[in-house]
């Protein structure tokens, strides 16, 4: 039995992370600006979004799945925490309709659409005919597994359910309110669905073998249980995400806390016992153990949190600080109230373009130093830079066909399609950053090896590359044209050292002094480089367009 529950664990795990991360992906990939946009209209005001968060949780009958769509909207870049705190609220209302549902008819499975969610999705992502339907199989593919999942976890430990022990244990725990509260909190760990724990408590209720009092603190830790599916989905995200996780443990835990003292008194439990016409009794116990727990969520969300929205994300941003080294996705400087103030808008955006230059470049170096030192440990920092990096883009260029719906001067309007630019050939560095990243994992795969000579070549065009970095960098930052002359000098010299370097490793393969492969992937590396060139070459240029503007 022991082992059927750690295998049933492990699996349930490894697919709920699979079609977490299958989720996020099409998401991003298939989604773009279109959800973005509709998230962003239907979180725009925070009682929309927690109204949001509810009907979804209902039809979809989870508020641990529902509160893991949030999170992976916020790791996507699609949301920002300030959105997805209402969400996670509703997603605590919405999760209550469950336990109506038992109350007049039984236990609702989610499960029952995973496999069906599966087939669906496997056949739409293989014989879609165009990208988009194909991405949107993965997400319904992803959603499956996501659910199945969450199934085989609820399977693996479907024998506590009837287990003698387990209905002994809580009739003593539940005497004691925060023995109950502990006793909630486990079994939604191991349920893993808060559902699930109160539908066990309405049947043993309906059975006579529990009172509604003993129920209610159970009710309660059932609520800091089903916060740990959303943190254990934010393990190994980015920083927003973890927040978003962090801000549905801080709802229900301060909930929780601040119900103790009705709950001790009892004052909690004669309140739904006013509420609900007649004595308890086995006919109506389920519908009072509902009600306990719809008035706690209804309240802690609607009443308590919704108000505080500003103040729990400042206080989520305090306790979740960024990790060492982590990636930011979201720019900082673009203020929507300042699009009616064009010249500081403009400003705005391009401290988000600096922003994005620095993580570019960032992304860049341990691209390169991957490749030198054939260190694979830095290919998911990589990655993670790289995602950020387009999420700029998107905001960014967002945020700029805002600007230009405003009545602009000629010289501000000129400026937009020139920034533009600039942004989409920093976001192609990024892409070359990635395509330095495949080069790296070829040369580790295929064990080629370069010679000492080969290694002080790509080192001394690299400098060259990152050289022309900070004059793109000092000439936009600081409106430098000498800065900018010195780019473009650069980039001639780029172009020469390319030529130059090719021939010689060229000739050293010839000499047998190189293997062949190892002289395609130097090739293809110098390439890359003078690429990255050529875009920070048209970004320097739009600089001194800038500065024409700015005389």
Known sequence: MAGELLFGLIGGLGLFFLGMKTMTDSLKQVAGERLKHILELLTKKPIVGLFVGTIITMLVQSSSASTVMTVGFVNAGLLTLKQAIPLILGANIGTTFTAWLVSFFALFKVTSYALPAIGIGFLVSQLGKTRTVKMWGRFILGFGMLFSGLGFMKEAFSPLKESEVLKNALLAFGTYPILGILLGIGLTIILQSSSATIALLQIMALSGLIDFQTCIPIILGDNIGTTITANIAALGTNTASRRAARAHAIINIVGVCYMLIPVYTGVYSRFIEWIVPGQVSPKNIMLHIALAHSVFNVFNSFVVFLPLNNILEKLTVRLTPPKPGA?????????????????????????????????????????????????????????????????????????????????????????????????????????????????????????????????????????????????????????????????????????????????????????????????????????????????????????????????
């Not at 936009?476 to 390319?498: A, I, P, T, V, Y």
Request: aromatic share 4%; proline share 2%.
């Open 327 to 551: 990636v930011d996705i979201q720019p900082e400087n673009l203020e929507k109230h300042l699009l009616e103030t064009p010249a500081l808008a403009l400003e705005q955006t391009i401290k988000e373009i600096l922003r994005m230059i620095h993580l570019t470049r960032d992304a860049l170096q341990n691209s390169v130093k991957s490749f030198l030192d054939n260190d694979a440990s830095l290919f998911k920092k990589v990655r993670d830079q790289e995602e950020a990096v387009n999420n700029f883009q998107r905001e960014i260029t967002q945020y700029l066909i805002y600007l230009s719906e405003r009545d602009l001067e000629p010289l501000e309007a000129g400026m937009i399609p020139v920034l533009l630019h600039s942004v989409n050939d920093v976001e192609r560095v990024g892409d070359h950053a990635i395509n330095i990243l495949e080069l790296t994992e070829r040369k580790i795969n295929q064990s080629c090896s370069f010679t000492p000579i080969a290694i002080e070549e790509l080192k001394q065009i690299s400098d060259v590359v990152f050289n022309m970095f900070e004059c793109t960098l000092i000439s936009l930052e600081k409106r430098d044209m000498s800065c900018g002359q010195d780019g473009l000098e650069r980039e001639e010299e780029l172009n020469k050292l390319q030529v130059e370097l090719k021939d010689k490793h060229m000739q050293r393969v010839k000499e047998g002094a190189c293997e062949l492969m190892s002289g395609i992937i130097y090739s293809d590396l110098v390439d890359n480089f003078e690429k990255i060139g050529d875009h920070l070459t048209n970004i320097v240029q739009s600089v001194l367009k800038h500065m024409r503007w700015e005389t």
